[in-house]
């Protein structure tokens, strides 16, 4: 019976559990648009923040869709190099969040800080979303796992998209 009630307990507790709902107005939320490389920040029914960033060097490089947040790292290690968190060479910078695009677990496309600050605002990465170091820590204080992300291009607004979406009223 503590095995069933553990269960039941660690699933509805989970941060990963809200990973099928729309996000609710007041949620948070992220739009990212690859059309102006920015990201716009939702909390509390309103826009908070936008962001500059940088993404993909070729439209298909940065999926789009709506993902989730799976998996949130401070100093993340770069695997493809070897490089440790911390590490003035790690082009991951300071903070990472993992999404679930294009069916991966959070590992392979994400939300991340950089050593080169000079490629925000540019067509530029493998496929993350890029962000000063500045932006990305103070964001990562902000959402949590299972946060929605939508990332697009288009001319909308991120008032119309937030409104289209759910994340305004």
């Given amino acids: 019976m503590k095995a069933i009630i553990a269960l039941i307990l660690t699933v509805t507790l989970s941060p ?13 939320y992220i739009i990212i648009n690859k059309q102006t490389n920015e990201l716009a920040y939702f909390n509390y029914g309103d826009i908070q923040e936008i962001y500059p960033v940088a993404t ?6 940065t999926p789009e869709g709506e993902f989730s947040i799976t998996v949130k ?7 493809k190099k070897n490089i ?3 590490s003035p060479d790690n082009p991951l910078g300071s903070r990472w969040m993992g999404l679930n695009a294009a069916g991966t677990d959070g590992r392979i496309y994400g939300i991340h800080g950089t050593n080169n600050e ?3 605002s540019k067509y530029i990465t493998g496929g993350c979303v890029r962000m000063y170091n500045r932006d990305v820590e103070f964001l990562f204080t902000k959402v949590p796992v299972g946060t929605k992300v939508l990332i697009l291009k288009t001319d909308q607004s991120f008032e119309e998209l937030g409104k289209l979406h759910g994340a305004i009223n």
């Fill in 73 to 79: 790292a401070a100093n993340p290690y770069y695997r």
């Fill in 84 to 86: 440790p968190g911390g």
């Fill in 56 to 61: 993909g060097v070729s439209k298909e490089l």
């Fill in 118 to 120: 000079q490629s925000i």
């Fill in 16 to 28: 990963i559990w809200p990973l099928g709902q729309n996000p609710l107005v007041g949620d948070p």
